[in-house]
């Protein structure tokens, strides 16, 4: 619950009404001010008898610090059981209120035609203990006889009394001087403009914020209204107008959420993914961003010299060396996921059953058994996938202990680096084993993942946030990418770490030796991946870039197309 600062500058007793017959008194009348939001309120409640009238019309007047009147709201209409009322000037420090009119039940109406003074009588206000009437005139003689009688013990309240009013005269001989001097009057018909723009402006403004309020509710409404409708293309196009507003609190939620799951049934991943990332922790919003761009890491993959993509009609694309055929992808079909090691190259189709082609001397392409696997990962020289229980099977060079899986459990994401394994929970915590010469399995105290790669040596993470996590060798300066912020997806090369901004640009951190880091000018770049001596990026609408080696033609991708996310394999939870 939002709570506001209010501090009280005046409390108002009595009302400025002359009339004996005012049917009213005040119950409760303060002047606020609103420190948060830099405005100045009036809070009045009129006595019990009010419930007993209609119509009852109000006017305030508003003085500055010296008394002088700055504005009159006229007939402001009395809200039964209390009302606040926002002031046109910040610079009010008193204010007097008046009850204008009201009807009896009877139909009667009561009115009252006495008008604010131009100037408010701010000592009569501070000092309303002093009992004397207003009309009453000050002689400074009679108050000096006064004061020389009042010499005895029992006269020292009136004796007070009598000083503060000597004061009060020689203050308002002050005043009046001051009043009447040109350089003062001048100052004070500059203060009285620079009130009155301040008030327009404020006016103004008003006017201007109703008027954006209500074209953002409208907005607002309709792309709703269409999107439980279930007319999600009209939705999407309405969800692109409010853009153009600024929502708060639960109903930005909401509307963050909806225009995210709007983009994902429209297949517009990308969109969809940048809404979850920024909607935080709402509902399933991290769940899906994390499905999303892990899918995009499934669609584009670098190997040791050789390069392989899957097209959005499930088939793959390879280039690149393929002495030990781990470029024969052409007879695949329905493919979800590829994964590109070092000379071979994995796949998992619809059925979430796994292929694989290319050097087999380690056993790393033994993955014709496995079965309901959700991911897949290829290392240098072993592979290891996930079950869809959240076990984890791997196969391959063991000798650093990098396929030790198998008391895993809770994990939805893999990544096989050169001679170590990494795996994502659904937690958000890491666990690794293999090599850890370098520190690249110090990931124990690892949370808030939603991404993970292995590389030669070294682990890196991406947290919900948008910030990279780092640990092991450091030769090449890779934890330089920590620094960064906004991040969308990461991905590991060889010697260098890949990644791309929410705004679609690249960047790469580590060894440039052979220009695998030249990805600066990519744009609209929705998927990277890096090999050894290679970076490949993937747009948004479907295109390859790559930089770097090309000694293999494994850079050699300007003519794919049609790069992408096959139907039906993004999961996309729908938060109920």
Wanted: hydrophobic share 35%; glycine share 8%.
């Amino acid at each position: 619950m939002l709570v506001l600062k209010m501090e009280s500058l005046q409390i108002i007793e009595s009302l400025f009404n002359t009339k004996e017959s005012c049917p009213f008194t005040i119950k409760k009348c303060e002047l606020l001010y609103n420190s948060d939001e830099i405005r100045k309120e009036l809070r009045l409640t009129l006595s019990e008898q009010a419930s007993r009238y209609k119509e009852i019309k109000i006017s305030i007047c508003c003085y500055n610090a010296d008394g002088f009147k700055l504005a009159v709201m006229e007939d402001v209409p009395y809200i039964d059981g209390g009302m606040f009322v926002e002031l046109p000037s910040l610079m009010t420090e008193y204010v007097e209120v008046m009850v204008k009119s009201a009807k009896f039940e009877d139909g009667i109406l009561w009115t009252e035609d006495v008008s604010f003074p131009d100037r408010r009588n701010a000592y009569e206000q501070e000092n309303s203990d002093l009992e004397y009437e207003d009309t009453m005139e000050f002689d400074s003689a009679e108050v000096n006889r006064e004061l020389e009688n009042a010499k005895s013990a029992d006269m020292t309240k009136d004796e007070k009394k009598l000083e503060r009013l000597r004061k009060y005269e020689e203050e308002e001989e002050i005043r009046q001087l001051i009043k009447n001097d040109p350089t003062e009057k001048k100052k004070r018909f500059f203060t009285r403009l620079i009130i009155l723009i301040i008030v327009v402006l404020l006016a103004g403004g008003g006017i201007y914020m109703a008027k954006y309020k209500s074209d953002a509710d409208a907005a607002y409404n309709k792309a709703m209204n269409l999107y439980n409708g279930g007319k999600f293309e009209d939705a999407a196009v309405e969800f692109e107008k409010t853009e153009s507003y600024i929502y708060t609190g639960e109903k930005r939620d909401k509307l963050y959420w909806a225009i995210a799951m709007c983009n994902a049934r429209n297949r517009n991943f990308y969109k969809a993914a940048l809404y979850f990332k920024e909607n935080g922790d709402y509902k399933e919003s991290v769940a899906n961003y994390r499905s999303i761009i892990n899918a995009y890491a499934g669609i584009v993959s670098a190997g040791k010299n050789h390069t392989v993509a899957l097209k959005n009609d499930g088939t793959v694309v390879a280039t690149g060396d393929n002495s030990k055929g781990q470029c024969n992808t052409e007879k695949w079909s329905e493919i979800t996921r590829v994964s590109a090691g070092g000379e071979h190259t994995v796949v998992i189709d619809k059925n979430k059953a796994v292929s694989a082609t290319g050097d087999n001397n380690k056993g790393q392409c033994d993955v014709s058994r496995w079965k309901d696997i959700i991911d897949i990962s290829a290392g240098e020289l072993h592979t290891v996938g996930v079950e869809n229980v959240g076990r984890v099977v791997a196969t391959g060079d063991n000798t650093y202990g990098q396929c030790d899986v198998d008391e895993w459990s809770g994990i939805i994401k893999v990544s096989a680096g050169s001679h170590h394994t990494v795996g994502l929970k659904l937690d958000g915590t890491v666990v690794a084993v293999g090599n850890n010469e370098y520190g690249e399995c110090n990931v124990e105290n690892w949370n808030d993942i939603i991404q993970v790669v292995a590389g030669n040596g070294y682990t890196a993470g991406l947290k919900k946030d948008g910030k990279v996590v780092f640990t092991g060798d450091d030769t090449y300066k890779i934890s330089d990418a920590k620094s960064e912020k906004n991040v969308f997806s990461i991905s590991a090369g060889y010697k260098n770490l890949v990644v791309v901004y929410n705004d679609g640009t690249a960047k790469s951190f580590g060894s440039n030796e052979r220009n695998q880091n030249m990805t600066n000018l990519w744009k609209n770049i929705v998927a990277v991946y890096g090999g050894e001596g290679h970076s490949v990026g993937i747009t948004i609408d479907g295109k390859a870039f790559a930089v770097g080696a090309n000694d293999k033609s494994q850079a050699s991708v300007a003519d794919w197309n049609d790069i992408g996310i096959p139907k039906s394999t993004v999961e996309i939870r729908k938060g109920e």
